[in-house]
């Protein structure tokens, strides 16, 4: 079934009474959760992350002392804008986006990241519901964006990305009710991240459509401009010179085929749920171009760069919102046991991946404020990291930025952390004194070694 254009008949009167009762329930459960989970939020412990976070907290620290405020965030954007037209990245908010966040002390930055996160739920939310949404299908469409967003999560302590950022301004943009302060949010949503320029083109296109031929034109030209500028610095960028498109590349089709992964097979296991056991259809509707170019536009633009990790963050979220927009609303005499039914599957879902990618980012976190708490009495020591915990040993980028964590907090500490894989299962490497141990990881133990911190995530030990 289609549905090319919005209705804007009114209501009968009983029907407009269930709305705005419906919508009232709606607004107080957002602000009564939101409220409850920044308040959670802002009284854990954090730390930057052992990606690019404590590095860029450094930066502003040192600018900030030398020029000031105003000028730290002048210099520090210039820098940032610099070194991507070095590497060939045309992403101009997200040489803004680090001197603002890194400015701010550790705990309102991550409280700041997780009202993000929020907005990437919350914006599709308002927009289903104001395109007029039933509650239960409203409750399927959340279930299915919080499976969506599984990738994105990672983003609530790695605070650098910008995959989280991008999304943040596309959800906003459905968050607005007028067409041209959602235009402007999916401008810099594009600004932000490249692909997500995309989302311009199918806009331009449903604009068209609907007539707004002067609105349509800016969407398509900014968007032409954007990829263009886009493509003009990456042709000679240090970082942009490994994007090869060769359709002959085998790896080429082993990047596309991580589409198939187990986030999105679950996205449509609860899609498929929904249909199979409401007996409904999807349902074409007017907004579909935006959501499928969107999607489409991303994942194959970023197929050349790979899908690692929080890559596939927006092409997850892009993709449950593609076929969340096609859900069609239970038919009204379906009992009540067989709606039930039918949201259990996914909230099964959303509930198993919540909690995996929730005690994931809590435990990185706890795990870089043990790491750091033992290895601050030692300001001159020589650590070996060993474990498996990703990004704090899948790289020497990890060990390199929990030392930075630890100058953050003691200025003093002139200490060396590094991986050192050759030596294999034994404690003893060159120029170790100490060995960090995470996540309880067994290793051979020298009678020698002497556990000088012993903590529930981490373990220090001093070789003799």
């Known amino acids: 079934m289609t549905d090319t254009h919005q209705s804007h008949a ?9 709305r705005l009762a419906w919508g009232g329930w709606f607004w107080f459960t957002v602000a009564a959760i939101s409220f409850i989970l920044l308040a959670i939020w802002a009284l854990v412990p954090w730390q930057w992350s052992s990606v690019d976070d404590p590095g860029q907290a450094l930066a502003m620290r040192e600018l900030i ?16 804008a610099l070194g991507d037209y070095e590497g060939g990245v045309f992403r101009p908010l997200a040489w803004i986006y680090p001197p603002l966040l890194y400015w701010m002390p550790v705990v309102p930055a991550h409280v700041v990241r997780l009202i993000m996160v929020m907005l990437i739920i919350i914006g599709p939310l308002v927009y289903f519901r104001r395109s007029g949404a039933t509650p239960a299908r409203l409750m ?4 299915i964006l919080l499976i969506a967003a599984a990738s994105l999560y990672q983003g609530l302590i790695l605070l650098s990305v ?5 999304m943040a301004l ?3 943009g459905l968050l ?3 067409s041209t302060p ?5 401008i810099l949503a594009a600004w932000f991240k490249g692909p997500f320029v995309w989302i311009l083109f199918g806009y331009a296109f449903v604009l068209w459509r609907a007539g707004r031929k002067k609105l349509a034109l800016t ?5 032409l401009f954007t990829l263009a500028i886009n493509v003009w610095w990456s042709t000679s960028g240090t970082y942009t010179s490994r994007y090869q498109v060769n359709p002959l590349d085998p790896e080429l089709w082993n990047s596309a085929s991580r589409l198939l992964e187990p986030f999105n097979g679950a996205i449509l296991l609860a899609v498929l749920w929904w249909i199979v056991v409401t007996q409904t259809g999807p349902r074409i509707r007017h907004d579909f171009p935006i959501f499928a170019a969107a999607a489409v536009g991303y994942y194959v633009q970023m197929i050349p760069w790979g899908f690692t990790a929080y890559y596939m963050g927006p092409i997850s979220f892009l993709m449950g919102l593609l076929l969340a927009s096609l859900l069609s609303d239970p038919p009204g005499g379906l009992r009540l046991w067989r709606i039930l039914t039918a949201l259990a599957v996914p909230l099964l879902l959303a509930a198993w991946i919540l909690k995996g990618s929730i005690t994931w980012v809590f435990q990185t976190n706890e795990i870089l404020r043990q790491a750091s708490q033992c290895l601050a009495e030692y300001p001159e020591s020589s650590t070996r990291v060993v474990g498996d915990w990703l990004y704090l040993t899948s790289s020497d980028e990890g060990p390199f930025r929990l030392g930075q964590n630890i100058q953050l907090l003691h200025p003093e500490w002139t200490g060396e952390i590094f991986l050192d894989t050759s030596v294999g299962h034994e404690l003893r490497g060159p120029k170790t004194e100490l060995v960090l141990v995470v996540d309880g990881a067994q290793y051979d133990l020298e009678d020698d070694a002497t556990v000088v911190c012993d903590q529930s995530l981490v373990k220090l030990m001093q070789l003799g």
Do not use: K, M, Y
């Open 65 to 80: 002392a030398a020029n000031g405020f105003v000028g730290a965030i002048v210099e520090r954007v210039g820098q940032l």
């Open 10 to 18: 009114p209501l009968p009167a009983s029907h407009s009474t269930q």
């Open 182 to 186: 959602r235009l402007i949010a999916w």
């Open 176 to 178: 607005f009710r007028r």
């Open 219 to 223: 969407s398509g030209v900014v968007g």
């Open 170 to 172: 596309i959800s906003l």
């Open 140 to 143: 399927v469409t959340l279930f």
């Open 162 to 166: 910008q995959e989280v950022g991008g």
